[in-house]
């Protein structure tokens, strides 16, 4: 199907260390998409931030710009779009 995205990625049940997306643009966000059954939270250490990343949340990010990351969370499986 046609997409403005370059790639998806599909991560499951994988902590993501913190990094920046080396493929996307500056100018664009990225899509994150959080399914399953986890607690997990998402990090952004350049803003110092923390926010609950629970299933049915989606995040838009520049991911190029701002190092993000998701730590080991408790319970559940996590899959994730991005």
């Not at 991560?11 to 899509?31: F, G, R, Y």
């Not at 959080?34 to 609950?52: K, M, P, R, V, W």
Request: aromatic content about 8%; glycine content about 8%.
């Amino acid at each position: 199907w046609p997409s403005i995205y370059v790639s998806i990625d599909v991560i499951v049940n994988q902590e993501t260390p913190p990094h920046l997306d080396k493929v996307s643009a500056p100018s664009l966000l990225d899509l994150l998409v959080s399914l399953g059954t986890h607690d997990a939270q998402f990090h952004i250490g350049d803003l110092g931030s923390i926010f609950g990343y629970q299933p049915g949340t989606m995040i838009y990010l520049a991911g190029k710009l701002l190092c993000h990351s998701v730590p080991k969370w408790e319970n559940g499986e996590r899959i994730a779009l991005a």
